[in-house]
């Protein structure tokens, strides 16, 4: 299935890529994640942002704490085990 939204370059890059074998699809994929991850300084500092972000929420009441277990039995009832 198509994705209408993706450029024709996207979409040759992507039916080239599906060409490929299992580990040069590994290979490339990670090659390409390297490439368009932010720095780990910058990535640091913005998940020190977000997650200030997310505490004075919390203590504003705007949102709530969902124990980790109940998280975990809700999408293993949702989706299967995990």
């Known amino acids: 299935m198509e994705n209408p939204k993706i450029s024709d370059p996207f979409q040759i890059v992507l039916d080239m890529a ?3 074998s299992l580990d040069e699809q590994i290979g ?3 090659i390409l994640y390297a490439e ?3 720095p780990v300084e910058e990535w640091e500092a913005a998940w020190a942002k977000e ?3 997310r505490m004075a929420a919390l203590d504003r009441g705007e949102m709530e704490l969902i124990d980790a277990d109940e998280v975990h039995a809700a999408l293993e009832a949702k989706y299967g085990p995990l």
Do not use: I
């Open 36 to 38: 368009a991850a932010m």
């Open 28 to 30: 490339l994929a990670d």
């Open 18 to 20: 599906r060409k490929l």
């Open 51 to 53: 997650c200030e972000r």
